[in-house]
Nanobody, 124 residues
């Protein structure tokens, strides 16, 4: 089992920044690819970013590429999502997820563990 707890969400004006954090506990954190997903009201959950075991590889959704950065600290069992140049359309609940595999999974079905999410609201 892997337990995930997100933090760092909030209300921010368009153009602003937020840093989301995800604390992991349980199994060996470095054995899991980690991802961030988001879900806005009335919409399906969508992929945002993923990072490999070592943190050496990352992959982003086109909608956030160049604005968001995913990173991890395996010594602290943490994964982060730095969000810059935020837009109102980034408003959603953001979820941290863990996949017991390497690579860069971008499909939610590939992730076996999820946090409860943290709300991000971007005002125009």
């Amino acid at each position: 089992q892997v337990q995930l707890v997100e933090s760092g969400g909030g209300l921010v004006q368009a153009g602003g920044s937020l840093r989301l954090s995800c604390a992991a506990s349980g199994r060996t954190f470095s054995n899991y690819a980690m991802g961030w997903f988001r879900q806005a009201p009335g919409k399906e959950r969508e992929f945002v970013a993923t990072i490999s075991w070592s943190g050496g590889s990352t992959y982003y959704a086109d909608s956030v590429k160049g604005r968001f950065t995913i990173s991890r600290d395996n010594a602290k069992n943490m994964v982060y999502l730095q969000m810059n140049s935020l837009k109102p359309e980034d408003t959603a609940r953001y979820y941290c997820a863990a996949a017991n595999r390497n690579g860069l999974p971008s499909n939610a079905l590939q992730y076996g563990y999820w946090g409860q999410g943290t709300q991000v609201t971007v005002s125009s």
